[in-house]
Protein backbone atom coordinates (compact mmCIF):
# COMPACT_ATOMS: atom_id res chain seq x y z
CA UNK A 1 0.00 0.00 0.00
CA UNK A 2 1.72 3.19 -0.94
CA UNK A 3 1.57 6.06 1.89
CA UNK A 4 -0.28 8.89 1.39
CA UNK A 5 1.20 12.21 2.30
CA UNK A 6 -0.87 14.73 4.63
CA UNK A 7 -0.12 17.86 5.68
CA UNK A 8 -1.69 20.40 7.85
CA UNK A 9 -1.26 24.03 7.97
CA UNK A 10 -2.97 26.53 10.39
CA UNK A 11 -3.15 29.96 8.95
CA UNK A 12 -2.32 32.38 11.22
CA UNK A 13 -4.77 35.32 12.58
CA UNK A 14 -7.79 32.90 11.30
CA UNK A 15 -10.17 29.81 11.99
CA UNK A 16 -8.31 28.16 9.23
CA UNK A 17 -6.34 25.19 8.10
CA UNK A 18 -4.60 24.49 4.82
CA UNK A 19 -4.88 20.13 4.21
CA UNK A 20 -2.67 19.01 1.76
CA UNK A 21 -3.38 15.43 0.89
CA UNK A 22 -1.56 14.04 -2.12
CA UNK A 23 -2.03 16.68 -4.80
CA UNK A 24 -5.17 17.95 -3.10
CA UNK A 25 -5.32 21.25 -1.01
CA UNK A 26 -8.20 22.07 0.48
CA UNK A 27 -9.30 24.66 2.89
CA UNK A 28 -11.29 23.98 5.94
CA UNK A 29 -13.28 25.67 8.40
CA UNK A 30 -15.31 23.92 11.54
CA UNK A 31 -18.30 24.93 13.11
CA UNK A 32 -19.19 23.58 16.42
CA UNK A 33 -23.03 23.23 16.74
CA UNK A 34 -24.72 23.94 20.23
CA UNK A 35 -27.79 23.23 21.20
CA UNK A 36 -29.78 25.41 23.74
CA UNK A 37 -32.04 23.76 26.31
CA UNK A 38 -34.04 25.54 28.38
CA UNK A 39 -34.64 23.30 32.15
CA UNK A 40 -33.07 20.08 32.50
CA UNK A 41 -31.28 18.28 29.30
CA UNK A 42 -31.80 14.72 31.72
CA UNK A 43 -35.51 14.50 31.56
CA UNK A 44 -35.84 15.21 27.79
CA UNK A 45 -33.20 13.07 26.45
CA UNK A 46 -35.65 10.82 24.14
CA UNK A 47 -37.58 13.88 22.91
CA UNK A 48 -34.25 16.03 22.70
CA UNK A 49 -32.24 13.41 20.93
CA UNK A 50 -35.32 12.96 18.32
CA UNK A 51 -35.67 17.00 17.59
CA UNK A 52 -31.81 16.93 17.22
CA UNK A 53 -32.00 14.53 14.17
CA UNK A 54 -35.20 16.63 12.21
CA UNK A 55 -32.67 19.62 12.66
CA UNK A 56 -29.56 17.85 11.42
CA UNK A 57 -31.38 16.26 8.35
CA UNK A 58 -33.30 19.98 7.48
CA UNK A 59 -29.47 21.47 7.71
CA UNK A 60 -28.46 18.66 5.52
CA UNK A 61 -30.83 18.86 3.04
CA UNK A 62 -30.53 22.70 2.74
CA UNK A 63 -26.97 22.67 2.80
CA UNK A 64 -27.12 19.66 0.08
CA UNK A 65 -28.74 22.04 -2.41
CA UNK A 66 -26.58 24.85 -1.54
CA UNK A 67 -23.10 22.83 -2.02
CA UNK A 68 -21.23 24.13 -5.15
CA UNK A 69 -17.78 23.99 -4.76
CA UNK A 70 -17.46 23.65 -1.02
CA UNK A 71 -17.88 20.30 0.54
CA UNK A 72 -20.22 19.69 3.95
CA UNK A 73 -19.15 17.34 6.53
CA UNK A 74 -20.94 16.26 9.49
CA UNK A 75 -18.73 14.82 12.02
CA UNK A 76 -18.87 13.56 15.76
CA UNK A 77 -15.89 13.95 18.12
CA UNK A 78 -16.24 11.31 20.96
CA UNK A 79 -13.99 12.67 24.03
CA UNK A 80 -13.84 11.50 27.90
CA UNK A 81 -17.07 12.72 29.10
CA UNK A 82 -18.17 14.74 26.35
CA UNK A 83 -19.17 14.11 22.66
CA UNK A 84 -19.10 17.50 20.51
CA UNK A 85 -20.64 17.45 16.91
CA UNK A 86 -19.14 19.59 14.08
CA UNK A 87 -20.40 21.10 10.80
CA UNK A 88 -16.41 21.06 8.48
CA UNK A 89 -16.35 23.12 5.78
CA UNK A 90 -13.80 22.03 2.90
CA UNK A 91 -13.46 23.35 -0.41
CA UNK A 92 -10.63 23.18 -3.37
CA UNK A 93 -11.97 26.57 -4.79
CA UNK A 94 -12.21 28.89 -2.98
CA UNK A 95 -9.93 31.76 -0.97
CA UNK A 96 -9.50 32.28 2.80
CA UNK A 97 -11.57 35.25 2.48
CA UNK A 98 -14.15 33.38 0.93
CA UNK A 99 -14.40 30.65 2.99
CA UNK A 100 -14.85 32.78 5.80
CA UNK A 101 -17.89 34.33 4.33
CA UNK A 102 -19.05 30.68 3.48
CA UNK A 103 -18.89 29.99 7.05
CA UNK A 104 -20.83 32.94 8.17
CA UNK A 105 -23.70 32.27 5.52
CA UNK A 106 -23.95 28.84 6.75
CA UNK A 107 -23.66 29.93 10.57
CA UNK A 108 -27.25 32.33 9.40
CA UNK A 109 -28.85 29.27 7.88
CA UNK A 110 -28.34 26.80 10.60
CA UNK A 111 -29.38 29.56 13.31
CA UNK A 112 -32.40 30.48 11.57
CA UNK A 113 -33.07 27.13 10.30
CA UNK A 114 -33.39 26.05 14.02
CA UNK A 115 -35.34 29.00 14.86
CA UNK A 116 -32.58 30.12 17.30
CA UNK A 117 -32.16 26.91 19.23
CA UNK A 118 -29.29 25.61 17.29
CA UNK A 119 -25.82 28.02 17.31
CA UNK A 120 -23.02 27.54 15.02
CA UNK A 121 -20.01 28.43 16.89
CA UNK A 122 -16.45 28.84 14.89
CA UNK A 123 -13.87 26.38 16.01
CA UNK A 124 -11.29 28.33 17.21
CA UNK A 125 -8.52 24.99 18.14
CA UNK A 126 -8.41 23.40 14.48
CA UNK A 127 -5.07 21.66 14.76
CA UNK A 128 -6.84 20.08 17.97
CA UNK A 129 -9.99 18.76 16.34
CA UNK A 130 -9.10 18.44 12.79
CA UNK A 131 -10.27 14.91 11.15
CA UNK A 132 -8.97 13.99 7.58
CA UNK A 133 -11.77 11.90 5.86
CA UNK A 134 -10.95 9.76 3.01
CA UNK A 135 -11.56 11.24 -0.67
CA UNK A 136 -11.67 8.56 -2.20
CA UNK A 137 -10.93 4.53 -1.05
CA UNK A 138 -9.91 1.59 -2.73
CA UNK A 139 -13.31 -0.08 -1.78
CA UNK A 140 -15.25 1.82 -4.00
CA UNK A 141 -12.35 1.59 -6.75
CA UNK A 142 -13.32 -2.83 -6.22
CA UNK A 143 -16.91 -2.04 -6.66
CA UNK A 144 -17.76 -2.18 -2.78
CA UNK A 145 -19.66 0.35 -0.84
CA UNK A 146 -18.41 2.87 1.40
CA UNK A 147 -20.29 3.90 4.83
CA UNK A 148 -20.14 7.28 5.19
CA UNK A 149 -20.77 9.11 8.52
CA UNK A 150 -23.90 11.01 8.97
CA UNK A 151 -24.94 10.61 5.82
CA UNK A 152 -29.14 11.10 5.53
CA UNK A 153 -30.94 10.04 2.67
CA UNK A 154 -32.40 13.42 0.81
CA UNK A 155 -35.90 13.02 -0.02
CA UNK A 156 -37.37 14.20 -2.99
CA UNK A 157 -38.80 18.16 -3.07
CA UNK A 158 -42.21 17.01 -3.69
CA UNK A 159 -42.24 14.79 -0.91
CA UNK A 160 -44.38 16.41 1.61
CA UNK A 161 -44.26 13.72 4.56
CA UNK A 162 -42.73 15.92 7.05
CA UNK A 163 -45.64 16.83 9.02
CA UNK A 164 -44.48 20.88 9.37
CA UNK A 165 -45.02 20.59 5.91
CA UNK A 166 -48.73 19.14 5.47
CA UNK A 167 -49.06 21.92 8.50
CA UNK A 168 -48.84 24.75 5.40
CA UNK A 169 -50.79 22.82 2.91
CA UNK A 170 -53.90 22.20 5.34
CA UNK A 171 -55.99 23.87 7.27
CA UNK A 172 -54.23 24.39 10.26
CA UNK A 173 -52.91 27.65 10.21
CA UNK A 174 -53.01 31.46 8.86
CA UNK A 175 -54.79 31.06 5.22
CA UNK A 176 -52.17 33.14 2.74
CA UNK A 177 -53.35 32.55 -0.61
CA UNK A 178 -52.70 29.82 -2.65
CA UNK A 179 -49.54 27.60 -4.29
CA UNK A 180 -48.74 29.29 -7.97
CA UNK A 181 -49.17 26.69 -10.75
CA UNK A 182 -49.55 27.53 -14.14
CA UNK A 183 -52.55 25.51 -15.08
CA UNK A 184 -54.53 24.63 -12.39
CA UNK A 185 -55.74 26.57 -8.94
CA UNK A 186 -52.98 25.88 -6.80
CA UNK A 187 -53.58 24.12 -3.19
CA UNK A 188 -54.67 26.72 -0.35
CA UNK A 189 -51.19 27.67 1.66
CA UNK A 190 -51.35 28.02 5.62
CA UNK A 191 -48.67 29.47 7.67
CA UNK A 192 -48.42 27.56 10.49
CA UNK A 193 -50.04 29.01 13.72
CA UNK A 194 -47.17 28.84 16.53
CA UNK A 195 -44.84 30.05 13.48
CA UNK A 196 -46.79 33.13 14.13
CA UNK A 197 -45.14 33.74 17.63
CA UNK A 198 -41.52 33.55 15.40
CA UNK A 199 -42.78 36.27 13.29
CA UNK A 200 -42.49 37.19 9.87
CA UNK A 201 -41.41 39.44 7.64
CA UNK A 202 -42.87 40.76 4.62
CA UNK A 203 -40.35 42.51 1.49
CA UNK A 204 -41.36 44.10 -1.68
CA UNK A 205 -40.46 46.98 -3.43
CA UNK A 206 -43.94 50.24 -3.78
CA UNK A 207 -46.82 48.65 -5.44
CA UNK A 208 -45.99 45.04 -5.13
CA UNK A 209 -48.46 43.71 -2.96
CA UNK A 210 -46.54 43.98 0.64
CA UNK A 211 -49.38 46.34 2.57
CA UNK A 212 -52.42 44.37 0.99
CA UNK A 213 -50.50 40.52 2.06
CA UNK A 214 -49.91 42.43 6.14
CA UNK A 215 -53.82 43.07 5.53
CA UNK A 216 -54.50 39.62 4.60
CA UNK A 217 -52.53 38.57 7.42
CA UNK A 218 -54.60 40.95 10.14
CA UNK A 219 -57.75 39.75 8.53
CA UNK A 220 -57.29 35.83 9.11
CA UNK A 221 -55.14 36.28 12.45
CA UNK A 222 -58.31 38.18 13.78
CA UNK A 223 -60.43 35.51 12.98
CA UNK A 224 -58.43 32.85 14.53
CA UNK A 225 -58.85 34.38 17.89
CA UNK A 226 -55.74 37.17 17.91
CA UNK A 227 -55.62 40.78 18.86
CA UNK A 228 -54.24 42.42 16.02
CA UNK A 229 -52.35 46.13 16.26
CA UNK A 230 -51.72 47.80 13.47
CA UNK A 231 -48.78 50.63 12.99
CA UNK A 232 -50.22 52.00 10.15
CA UNK A 233 -47.56 54.50 8.73
CA UNK A 234 -49.53 55.85 5.47
CA UNK A 235 -53.35 55.33 6.52
CA UNK A 236 -54.14 52.74 4.09
CA UNK A 237 -55.34 49.85 6.33
CA UNK A 238 -58.45 51.36 7.77
CA UNK A 239 -60.30 50.76 3.81
CA UNK A 240 -58.66 47.53 3.40
CA UNK A 241 -60.23 46.17 6.36
CA UNK A 242 -63.92 47.61 6.72
CA UNK A 243 -65.30 43.92 7.28
CA UNK A 244 -63.86 43.32 10.02
CA UNK A 245 -63.71 43.91 13.74
CA UNK A 246 -61.53 47.05 14.20
CA UNK A 247 -60.90 49.98 16.03
CA UNK A 248 -59.05 53.15 14.56
CA UNK A 249 -56.82 55.56 16.56
CA UNK A 250 -55.69 58.71 14.82
CA UNK A 251 -52.67 60.10 17.28
CA UNK A 252 -52.84 63.47 15.85
CA UNK A 253 -56.33 64.11 16.54
CA UNK A 254 -56.14 62.81 20.22
CA UNK A 255 -57.24 59.52 20.27
CA UNK A 256 -55.76 57.10 23.17
CA UNK A 257 -56.59 53.70 24.55
CA UNK A 258 -57.77 53.89 27.50
CA UNK A 259 -56.30 50.63 28.80
CA UNK A 260 -53.28 50.58 26.73
CA UNK A 261 -51.58 53.67 28.75
CA UNK A 262 -48.16 54.74 28.12
CA UNK A 263 -48.06 56.60 31.71
CA UNK A 264 -48.30 52.87 32.91
CA UNK A 265 -44.91 52.09 31.22
CA UNK A 266 -43.11 55.45 32.05
CA UNK A 267 -43.96 54.42 36.15
CA UNK A 268 -43.07 50.81 36.22
CA UNK A 269 -40.20 50.97 33.23
CA UNK A 270 -38.70 54.84 33.09
CA UNK A 271 -35.40 53.84 32.03
CA UNK A 272 -37.01 52.16 29.29
CA UNK A 273 -38.58 55.29 28.33
CA UNK A 274 -35.74 57.16 28.47
CA UNK A 275 -34.19 54.88 26.10
CA UNK A 276 -36.45 54.92 23.41
CA UNK A 277 -36.40 59.21 23.61
CA UNK A 278 -32.66 58.71 24.28
CA UNK A 279 -32.18 57.04 20.93
CA UNK A 280 -34.88 57.86 18.86
CA UNK A 281 -33.77 61.88 18.95
CA UNK A 282 -29.87 61.35 19.31
CA UNK A 283 -30.06 63.00 23.39
CA UNK A 284 -26.73 63.78 24.88
CA UNK A 285 -25.75 62.08 28.28
CA UNK A 286 -26.36 65.85 30.19
CA UNK A 287 -30.21 65.39 28.65
CA UNK A 288 -30.75 61.80 29.33
CA UNK A 289 -30.06 62.63 32.79
CA UNK A 290 -32.07 65.60 33.28
CA UNK A 291 -34.92 63.66 31.65
CA UNK A 292 -34.22 60.64 34.23
CA UNK A 293 -34.42 62.95 37.14
CA UNK A 294 -37.69 64.41 36.09
CA UNK A 295 -39.33 61.34 35.75
CA UNK A 296 -38.64 60.13 39.25
CA UNK A 297 -40.90 62.76 40.57
CA UNK A 298 -43.66 61.15 38.13
CA UNK A 299 -46.67 60.28 39.46
CA UNK A 300 -49.41 59.34 36.67
CA UNK A 301 -51.91 61.42 37.70
CA UNK A 302 -51.33 63.76 34.67
CA UNK A 303 -50.48 62.49 30.83
CA UNK A 304 -46.55 62.09 30.57
CA UNK A 305 -46.10 64.71 27.83
CA UNK A 306 -48.09 67.57 29.83
CA UNK A 307 -45.91 66.68 33.07
CA UNK A 308 -42.45 66.79 30.85
CA UNK A 309 -43.74 69.66 29.14
CA UNK A 310 -44.49 72.23 32.44
CA UNK A 311 -41.24 70.50 34.57
CA UNK A 312 -38.99 71.17 31.47
CA UNK A 313 -40.27 75.04 30.98
CA UNK A 314 -39.88 75.47 34.69
CA UNK A 315 -36.46 76.52 36.53
CA UNK A 316 -35.25 74.88 39.47
CA UNK A 317 -33.70 76.39 42.82
CA UNK A 318 -29.95 75.35 42.82
CA UNK A 319 -29.87 74.47 39.32
CA UNK A 320 -26.51 74.81 37.65
CA UNK A 321 -25.73 76.45 34.53
CA UNK A 322 -25.56 73.57 32.75
CA UNK A 323 -28.30 71.66 34.03
CA UNK A 324 -30.26 74.74 32.52
CA UNK A 325 -29.16 74.52 29.47
CA UNK A 326 -29.25 70.59 29.03
CA UNK A 327 -32.94 71.14 30.33
CA UNK A 328 -33.84 74.03 27.97
CA UNK A 329 -32.25 71.73 25.02
CA UNK A 330 -34.09 68.75 25.86
CA UNK A 331 -37.26 70.84 25.85
CA UNK A 332 -36.33 71.97 22.09
CA UNK A 333 -35.43 68.40 21.13
CA UNK A 334 -39.07 67.34 22.83
CA UNK A 335 -40.88 69.87 21.78
CA UNK A 336 -43.00 68.41 18.61
CA UNK A 337 -44.53 65.49 21.25
CA UNK A 338 -44.57 67.65 24.18
CA UNK A 339 -47.16 69.50 22.11
CA UNK A 340 -49.03 66.97 20.39
CA UNK A 341 -53.28 67.31 20.21
CA UNK A 342 -54.37 66.86 23.79
CA UNK A 343 -56.57 64.07 24.33
CA UNK A 344 -59.92 64.24 23.31
CA UNK A 345 -61.64 60.57 21.85
CA UNK A 346 -61.06 57.45 24.29
CA UNK A 347 -61.39 53.88 23.17
CA UNK A 348 -61.33 50.77 25.09
CA UNK A 349 -59.83 47.75 24.38
CA UNK A 350 -62.94 45.15 23.73
CA UNK A 351 -61.83 41.84 25.50
CA UNK A 352 -62.93 39.92 21.95
CA UNK A 353 -60.46 39.90 19.29
CA UNK A 354 -59.89 43.16 17.47
CA UNK A 355 -57.65 44.47 14.58
CA UNK A 356 -56.38 48.19 16.79
CA UNK A 357 -55.10 50.21 13.76
CA UNK A 358 -53.06 53.19 15.00
CA UNK A 359 -52.94 55.91 12.39
CA UNK A 360 -49.52 57.52 12.07
CA UNK A 361 -50.00 58.76 8.98
CA UNK A 362 -51.23 62.39 10.30
CA UNK A 363 -47.92 62.99 12.00
CA UNK A 364 -46.02 65.24 9.90
CA UNK A 365 -42.65 64.74 12.01
CA UNK A 366 -40.91 61.62 11.16
CA UNK A 367 -38.89 61.55 14.72
CA UNK A 368 -42.55 61.80 16.11
CA UNK A 369 -43.60 58.65 14.42
CA UNK A 370 -40.59 56.61 15.17
CA UNK A 371 -40.80 57.62 18.84
CA UNK A 372 -44.59 57.21 18.92
CA UNK A 373 -44.23 53.83 17.51
CA UNK A 374 -41.39 52.84 19.87
CA UNK A 375 -43.56 53.81 22.79
CA UNK A 376 -46.45 51.73 21.48
CA UNK A 377 -44.48 48.40 20.56
CA UNK A 378 -42.84 48.40 24.22
CA UNK A 379 -45.79 49.47 25.79
CA UNK A 380 -47.52 46.38 24.10
CA UNK A 381 -44.87 44.01 25.51
CA UNK A 382 -44.93 45.60 28.34
CA UNK A 383 -49.10 44.60 29.30
CA UNK A 384 -48.39 41.30 27.84
CA UNK A 385 -45.55 40.54 30.25
CA UNK A 386 -47.35 41.66 33.06
CA UNK A 387 -50.36 39.50 31.94
CA UNK A 388 -52.55 42.61 31.30
CA UNK A 389 -53.17 41.30 27.74
CA UNK A 390 -54.28 37.87 27.84
CA UNK A 391 -54.77 36.80 24.39
CA UNK A 392 -52.40 35.83 21.19
CA UNK A 393 -50.87 39.07 19.93
CA UNK A 394 -49.59 40.42 16.83
CA UNK A 395 -48.11 43.37 16.26
CA UNK A 396 -47.71 44.38 12.37
CA UNK A 397 -45.28 46.95 11.85
CA UNK A 398 -45.62 49.01 8.11
CA UNK A 399 -42.46 50.78 7.11
CA UNK A 400 -40.28 48.40 9.57
CA UNK A 401 -37.08 49.96 8.16
CA UNK A 402 -37.91 53.64 10.06
CA UNK A 403 -38.56 51.42 13.21
CA UNK A 404 -36.50 48.15 13.56
CA UNK A 405 -33.15 49.67 12.02
CA UNK A 406 -29.55 48.60 13.34
CA UNK A 407 -30.06 51.51 16.06
CA UNK A 408 -33.53 50.55 17.60
CA UNK A 409 -34.03 50.91 20.67
CA UNK A 410 -36.71 47.80 20.69
CA UNK A 411 -34.89 45.70 17.81
CA UNK A 412 -34.26 43.02 20.93
CA UNK A 413 -37.77 42.95 21.40
CA UNK A 414 -38.26 40.62 18.20
CA UNK A 415 -35.61 37.59 19.84
CA UNK A 416 -37.23 37.82 23.51
CA UNK A 417 -41.57 37.83 23.16
CA UNK A 418 -41.89 34.70 21.86
CA UNK A 419 -42.89 33.23 25.13
CA UNK A 420 -45.21 35.71 26.00
CA UNK A 421 -47.22 34.74 22.90
CA UNK A 422 -46.51 37.67 21.17
CA UNK A 423 -45.74 38.11 17.14
CA UNK A 424 -44.73 40.84 14.57
CA UNK A 425 -45.09 41.22 11.10
CA UNK A 426 -42.77 43.42 9.71
CA UNK A 427 -43.48 45.15 6.82
CA UNK A 428 -40.62 47.07 4.74
CA UNK A 429 -39.46 47.94 0.92
CA UNK A 430 -35.68 46.81 1.71
CA UNK A 431 -34.48 43.94 3.82
CA UNK A 432 -31.01 45.74 3.97
CA UNK A 433 -32.35 48.31 5.94
CA UNK A 434 -33.76 46.23 9.19
CA UNK A 435 -31.64 45.07 11.59
CA UNK A 436 -29.53 41.81 11.97
CA UNK A 437 -31.48 40.80 14.60
CA UNK A 438 -34.44 41.44 12.97
CA UNK A 439 -33.74 39.53 10.09
CA UNK A 440 -32.59 36.28 12.00
CA UNK A 441 -35.63 36.19 13.97
CA UNK A 442 -38.35 36.46 11.25
CA UNK A 443 -38.97 32.91 10.64
CA UNK A 444 -41.30 32.96 7.87
CA UNK A 445 -40.45 35.04 5.16
CA UNK A 446 -43.07 36.34 2.41
CA UNK A 447 -41.04 38.17 -0.08
CA UNK A 448 -42.76 39.92 -3.51
CA UNK A 449 -40.61 42.32 -5.90
CA UNK A 450 -37.24 42.81 -4.82
CA UNK A 451 -35.07 44.37 -8.09
CA UNK A 452 -32.03 45.84 -5.50
CA UNK A 453 -29.11 43.26 -5.61
CA UNK A 454 -28.42 44.36 -1.87
CA UNK A 455 -31.87 43.28 -1.08
CA UNK A 456 -31.04 40.25 -2.62
CA UNK A 457 -28.03 39.48 -1.16
CA UNK A 458 -29.12 40.13 2.24
CA UNK A 459 -32.01 37.63 2.04
CA UNK A 460 -29.27 34.78 1.00
CA UNK A 461 -27.60 35.75 4.37
CA UNK A 462 -30.77 34.77 6.43
CA UNK A 463 -32.54 32.07 4.30
CA UNK A 464 -31.73 29.35 1.90
CA UNK A 465 -33.28 30.27 -1.61
CA UNK A 466 -32.93 27.81 -4.57
CA UNK A 467 -31.04 29.69 -7.62
CA UNK A 468 -34.15 29.03 -9.68
CA UNK A 469 -36.54 30.77 -7.37
CA UNK A 470 -34.23 33.44 -6.64
CA UNK A 471 -34.33 34.57 -10.11
CA UNK A 472 -37.86 35.25 -10.05
CA UNK A 473 -38.05 37.44 -7.16
CA UNK A 474 -37.27 40.79 -9.49
CA UNK A 475 -39.95 39.53 -12.37
CA UNK A 476 -42.84 38.61 -9.50
CA UNK A 477 -46.14 39.69 -10.12
CA UNK A 478 -48.04 42.65 -7.98
CA UNK A 479 -49.78 39.52 -5.41
CA UNK A 480 -46.93 37.18 -5.98
CA UNK A 481 -44.98 35.84 -3.56
CA UNK A 482 -41.99 33.29 -2.74
CA UNK A 483 -43.07 32.10 1.09
CA UNK A 484 -40.00 30.75 2.86
CA UNK A 485 -40.53 28.95 5.99
CA UNK A 486 -38.25 27.76 8.75
CA UNK A 487 -40.57 24.32 8.78
CA UNK A 488 -40.28 23.88 5.35
CA UNK A 489 -36.81 22.66 3.35
CA UNK A 490 -38.34 24.15 0.08
CA UNK A 491 -40.09 28.23 -0.67
CA UNK A 492 -43.30 28.06 -1.93
CA UNK A 493 -44.67 30.25 -4.45
CA UNK A 494 -48.07 31.70 -3.71
CA UNK A 495 -50.90 34.33 -4.91
CA UNK A 496 -51.47 36.05 -2.17
CA UNK A 497 -55.68 35.69 -1.66
CA UNK A 498 -56.73 39.77 -1.79
CA UNK A 499 -60.08 38.75 -2.15
CA UNK A 500 -60.29 37.67 2.06
CA UNK A 501 -60.80 41.22 2.60
CA UNK A 502 -64.16 41.24 0.97
CA UNK A 503 -65.10 38.27 3.13
CA UNK A 504 -64.87 39.21 6.57
CA UNK A 505 -64.50 36.41 8.99
CA UNK A 506 -65.22 33.34 7.46
CA UNK A 507 -62.81 30.51 6.29
CA UNK A 508 -60.91 30.11 2.96
CA UNK A 509 -61.40 26.57 1.48
Same mark, same amino acid.
Given at each position: ??????????????????? #????????????????????????????????? =??????????????? #?? %?????????????????????? $????? &???????????????????????????????????? @????????????? @?????????????????????????????????????????? !?????? &?? +????????????????????????????????????? *????????? #?????? +???????????????????????????????????? %????????????????????? *????????????????? *?????????????????????????? %?????? +???????????? =?? @?????????? $??????????????????????????????? !????????????????????????? @???? +?????? %?????????????????????????????????????????????? *????? &???????????????
Amino acid at each position: MKPLPIFVKEHKHREIVEL #NIGKNKYLVKMLKLLRYVEGSPLSRENELLSEN =TTLLERITKVLSRRA #NG %TSYIVVTIIDKNNVSTYLVLAS $KNLTA &DELDREAEIVKEVIETLSGGEVSAVIEKKLSRRIIV @VPLSSSLAKKGGS @VIELHQLEIAPRSDISSPFIKAAYNDHGIYLGRVHTEDTEGA !PFYIPR &DA +VFRHIAVFGTTGSGKTTTSAVLSANLVCDNFTVFVLD *WHGEYNSKL #NRYPKI +VIDLAQGDYLTNLAIEDLVLKDPQGFVEILDTSLDL %TPAQSYILSKILERYNGEESV *WEYLAKSLKNSHFGEAA *WERESRLALYRKLRHLLYMPPRKQNF %TLPEEP +VIAIIDLSRITN =TR @VKRVYAHLII $KTIAFYIQHGKLRRDTVIVVDEAHNIFDKDS !PIAFLISEVRKWRLGFVISTQSPSF @VSTN +VMKNTN %TKIIHTLKSSIDLSTLSRSLYIPREIEEKIPFLPPGRAVVALSEIE *WPAIV &DVDAGVLEKGCVKAT
